[in-house]
């Protein structure tokens, strides 16, 4: 069935007139943008339409959608010029060829004029024409500034991110002898007397061997990173998004653009719509990570109990990092995903870089910024407010602890970055942020990546991009 939900389409309505007419600009009856709301049940619709934007022509569409067809009627808001108007509208969904090239999705329709206004009668009707607008990416709303993008974009930074996850979520379905291989090139998880994966051979995560201290400390050092570039820091989110208008009046400090360009995702954060990719499995989850009731039931219960103190004061640091690594941010990075892309030519590829040992250089373009990948995601503006939210849950995890046994924990810095010093609750003197030399060489990086991926056989699971599907 047709959904309207959570969508924004440029409509274009014109005269039904039949004459030759020199200029086309005469058939113009009038020109805007519909921005449909989520909604619980898909037959109901609500949203408005934005005539021009700047001089606050907007009205209120409610409405149903059935089988094929959608009816609305648009008010005219209060408050606005456009006070008063009352338009019907009706329109049917194009049906897609096959074989065709870049379709869009389409309604055709009619509208009529319900009720006069400034002199103009009511019943003249115009004929429609609405193109869906595809998903605004947050890169188009909250850029990172070039210098922090090119850096994070770049292959070193790519395969490092990649590496380090694949590493650790891998190391237990690695045959002895690419391990061996890994060792030899200092890439263990953790140190060689001490190696920390962070998920057993049949995928379930480790909770208490330290791998969850690797994962607050290496991204607390990728924050810092950045941060260190940024004129202002990038903050976390204070409180994971809940689900919001795709309006731009929610944001009322925001200067109004006579373009509109924000319609559809005003903060930057509204969530992208699912796609279907070849695994039946994965669509499911991903369509389910993305409904509104997710949130409301799984991700707001999240938000509270990791920074609920009672709860925190009972976790050493490790489980804190396992327990929010296996549940709300792998689901973050994927409801925040947005469908991938080929990053030259733009064009839709559901499975993304499919396979995971493919480093064509196309997958260092900037707009290669797919949550769903590490070697892409930490490119995304979202990563960083996400990788906040996650790294603000340290400090509130001390805070808990020292309010029950201040003693108990004691602050230090590793590698430049504020951390703890082992004792009962942190339990790994050296977290584990890259390789043992700390030697970033590219030519290295990629036979990991080589050794981690090809000769399947070896390994005994298959996925694209690990686990954040
Ligand atoms: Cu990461």
């Known amino acids: 069935m047709e959904n309207l939900s959570n969508s924004v389409w440029v409509c274009r309505s014109f005269y039904n007139r039949t004459e030759h007419l020199d200029d086309m600009n005469q058939l113009l009856f009038g020109e805007g943008k519909f921005v449909f709301e989520s909604s619980n049940a898909p037959e109901i619709i609500r949203g408005?339409?934005?005539?021009?934007?700047?001089?606050?022509?907007?009205?209120?569409?409610?409405?149903?959608?059935?089988?094929?067809?959608?009816?609305?009627?648009?008010k005219g808001m209060k408050g606005t010029p456009t006070s008063g108007w009352v338009y019907d509208f009706i329109g049917y969904f194009v049906p897609e060829w096959s074989g065709g090239?870049?379709?869009?999705?389409?309604?055709?329709?009619?509208?009529?004029?319900?009720?006069?206004?400034?002199?103009?009668?009511?019943?003249?009707?115009?004929?429609?024409?609405?193109?869906?607008?595809d998903f605004l990416e947050v890169r188009e709303v909250l850029p990172l500034p070039d210098k922090v993008l090119h850096m994070l974009a770049s292959?070193?930074?790519?395969?490092?991110?990649?590496?380090?996850?694949?590493?650790?979520?891998?190391?237990?379905?690695?045959?002895?002898?690419?391990?061996?291989?890994?060792?030899?090139?200092?890439?263990?998880?953790g140190e060689k007397s001490d190696e920390r994966p962070s998920i057993n051979s049949a995928g379930a995560p480790y909770i208490s061997n330290g791998s969850g201290e690797d994962f607050l400390f290496m991204h607390r050092r990728m924050i810092q990173e950045v941060n260190s570039m940024m004129d202002k820091p990038i903050w976390g989110w204070p409180e994971i998004?809940?689900?919001?208008?795709?309006?731009?009046?929610?944001?009322?400090?925001?200067?109004?653009?006579?373009?509109?360009?924000?319609?559809?995702?005003?903060?930057?954060?509204?969530v992208p719509p699912a796609w279907d990719s070849s695994n039946e499995l994965l669509n499911k989850r991903i369509k389910q990570l993305k409904a509104d009731g997710f949130y409301w039931s799984r991700m707001?219960?999240?938000?509270?109990?990791?920074?609920?103190?009672?709860?925190?004061?009972?976790?050493?640091?490790?489980?804190?990092?396992?327990?929010?690594?296996?549940?709300?941010?792998?689901?973050?990075?994927?409801r925040w995903s947005s469908v991938p892309r080929d990053p030259i030519s733009g064009e839709v590829l559901p499975d993304g870089r499919k396979n995971p040992d493919d480093l064509d250089f196309k997958w260092d373009e900037p707009h290669y910024d797919f949550l769903g990948d590490p070697y892409?995601?930490?490119?995304?503006?979202?990563?960083?407010?996400?990788?906040?939210?996650?790294?603000?849950?340290?400090?509130?995890?001390?805070?808990?602890?020292?309010?029950?046994?201040?003693?108990?924990?004691?602050?230090s810095e590793i590698k430049g970055v504020p951390w703890f010093k082992r004792?009962?609750?942190?339990?790994?003197?050296?977290?584990w942020s890259g390789p043992l030399h700390g030697c970033l060489d590219e030519k290295d990086m990629e036979m990991i990546v080589h050794i981690l991926f090809r000769d399947p056989c070896l390994c005994s699971k298959e996925n694209a991009f690990t686990h954040w599907y």
């Open 423 to 431: 004792g009962k609750w942190v339990h790994i003197d050296h977290p």
């Open 241 to 270: 998004p809940a689900p919001g208008s795709l309006d731009i009046d929610v944001i009322p400090a925001k200067p109004i653009s006579e373009e509109d360009l924000s319609l559809g995702n005003p903060d930057g954060f509204a």
């Open 376 to 411: 892409s995601a930490h490119v995304n503006p979202i990563f960083w407010r996400l990788h906040g939210w996650i790294d603000d849950r340290i400090e509130d995890w001390f805070q808990a602890h020292a309010a029950v046994h201040p003693e108990e924990i004691e602050r």
């Open 48 to 74: 408005t339409m934005t005539l021009s934007p700047k001089n606050h022509y907007r009205l209120t569409l409610k409405g149903y959608l059935q089988g094929s067809h959608v009816r609305f009627q648009g």
């Open 155 to 189: 292959r070193k930074h790519r395969l490092h991110h990649f590496i380090w996850h694949s590493i650790r979520d891998r190391w237990c379905i690695l045959s002895e002898k690419k391990r061996k291989q890994m060792r030899e090139k200092g890439w263990q998880p």
């Open 300 to 334: 707001k219960w999240w938000d509270r109990e990791f920074k609920n103190s009672q709860y925190l004061s009972t976790l050493t640091l490790g489980e804190l990092g396992s327990l929010l690594e296996w549940t709300v941010h792998n689901d973050m990075h994927m």
């Open 101 to 133: 090239i870049e379709q869009k999705s389409v309604l055709v329709g009619s509208l009529i004029r319900t009720a006069p206004h400034d002199g103009k009668s009511a019943g003249e009707t115009a004929s429609f024409i609405a193109v869906q607008r």
